[in-house]
Every structure is written in C-alpha cells, then in structure tokens.
C-alpha cells in the first residue's frame, strides 16, 4: 500500500511529467475488479477526459489529486499497486484499472493489487467524499507540531484508539500512515506498538512527533519505500530498518534480537529492550 511517502513522490513526477499532457483518451480499465471503487461509467468516463489537458497534481493523506481540465479532478486514493506512466501506449500492462493516453502517445495506468478510489469529479465535490471530508491534518503539514500530537492523543484515546500502534494507523487518526512505515516509527521513538497512550509523558510525545515527521521526510528524500515503485517503473529507495527480514537479526541500536508479534490487523516488528512497554 502507499502511505505518505510514494504518494508524494509521485504527485512530484506527475507535476514534472504529466503538467499540460493532453488527453486523446481515457478509459476505466481492462480488468473488473470488485475493489476498485469507480464513481462513474466507464462511457462518462471517457467523454468527459477527451481533449482535457492535466494539470498540476497534488496530495493529502494517502490521496493523489490529478486536475482533467478546468472543471474536474481525477482522485486516485488508499491504492496498493502502481501507478505508471508508459512512454508508449503499446508498453501498457496487462491489466490495469485506469488508463489515460495523451497527444504524444505516453500513457498512464493505474493498477491496484487490493483495493483503491479511481474516480472523477466536479471541482470541489472530490472534498465532500468520505475520508477526503474532514481529514485531520496529516504529518507534513505544518499544523503537524508536539502539541497537535499530544492533544490528538486524548482524542484517540477517546475514540477507543488506545496505544501507540493505533493512534498511527487506525481510525484515519493521522492520515497517509500505514502499518509500513509505523514500524519504523515506533522503533526510533523506542515505543512498543502495544503501549497505551495514556502512560506517555511529554518527553515520549516528543520523541514520537520526531519519529514521524523524520522518518517521512526521511522516506520522502528517498523516493519511498523500496518495496513500492514510482510513476516510472523504478523502486524507492528506503529501506525499512523493521519489517519480516529484520525478524531474529540484531536491532542495530542494542543487538537484541528484533521480534514480530501480531497486533492491530497486521503484523508488527520490534526490538524487546529498545521497545519496552513503559
Ligand atoms: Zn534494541
């Protein structure tokens, strides 16, 4: 799944590569995918994006925001997969659930291997879809600060979002974080996935608002993770520190060996000494 990251990284190479590209023709896929989430024909589809020129895309969340023309915005969101642009038409993938050809005969598809939002709207009603409508501030932006983070924690807790693992990834709580990145998170700011929120002084909210807001800019830097690829085809650059292949090997900051428990609808790796439960 993209988080953050490679939504970012993407919506860069999209400005770069896609900016002013004229659309000859679009269509909603060659492959039925029952999670793939459309908001129209394929047929209004296609007459509304021929002719349009694409303008400059944007991001939020785990949201990517594509201008068709003047008048309506592509939304590609919560996607696991790939979003390529071809530099011929002829070089499409097999399947895919997005397509859109320009004038100088490139091509861009969107594919999604588990779930993801495909669809086109009127300006401005793109922000009245759930998820996008309300979405709380996301880590990099510039409301994003220690204290935000620290009231944001009553609110989880609140919710019924009560340890560190799921004010990360549960309930949109922070939006564009995923369990990827969260392992890695945890782990510099020394924090158990398990542990309650209510038990964290100041110094840890601190230590957790590092961990977030580094650990993204740090995986921005590097084009994303090296398990996602980008608008070109090519992986990023970031390697998780925690993730299935670090499991039994030394944790790099006290060589205890790193662990992986199951928790919170995914599976978490941690290291037992830098990690304890406060
Ligand atoms: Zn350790």
């Known amino acids: ?36 989430w459309y908001n129209m024909k394929p047929s209004e589809f296609a007459a509304i994006v021929k002719g349009k020129a694409i303008g400059k895309a944007y991001t939020r969340g785990r949201w990517l925001f594509l201008p068709v023309g003047d008048k309506h915005i592509l939304v590609l969101g919560e996607c696991g997969g790939k979003i390529l642009l071809h530099k011929s038409a002829l070089m499409l993938p097999h399947k895919y659930h997005l397509s859109l050809h320009f004038e100088d005969g490139g091509a861009l598809t969107a594919t999604t291997q ?10 401005g009603k793109e922000l009245e879809r759930q998820y996008i409508k309300g979405m709380r501030t996301t880590p990099t932006e510039p409301g994003f600060t220690s204290t935000y983070l620290s009231n944001l924690m009553r609110e989880s807790i609140g919710s019924g979002f009560k340890t560190v693992k799921a004010i990360l990834t549960q309930g949109q709580m922070i939006p564009g974080l995923g369990n990827a990145i969260a392992q890695d998170i945890m782990f510099k700011a020394k924090l158990n996935p398990r542990q309650p929120l209510d038990a964290l ?8 608002h590092r961990a977030i807001v580094g650990t993204l800019l740090e995986a921005i830097r590097l084009g994303g993770r090296n398990d996602e690829f980008d608008l070109y085809g090519n992986p990023g650059k970031y390697v998780r520190l925690m993730d299935k292949n670090a499991v039994g090997q030394p944790c790099p900051e006290c060589g205890a060996k790193i662990e992986d428990m199951s928790y919170l609808g995914g599976t978490c790796y941690f290291c037992p000494t830098c990690q304890r439960l406060l």
């Open 201 to 208: 002084q100041k110094n840890h909210v601190e230590a957790l």
């Open 114 to 123: 588990m779930w993801g939002a495909m669809e086109l709207y009127e300006k």
């Open 1 to 36: 799944m993209f988080e953050i990251p490679e939504y970012v990284n993407i919506a860069r190479q999209m400005t770069e590569s896609l900016t002013g590209k004229r659309i000859t023709q679009g269509d909603l896929g060659n492959s039925p995918h029952k999670f793939v």
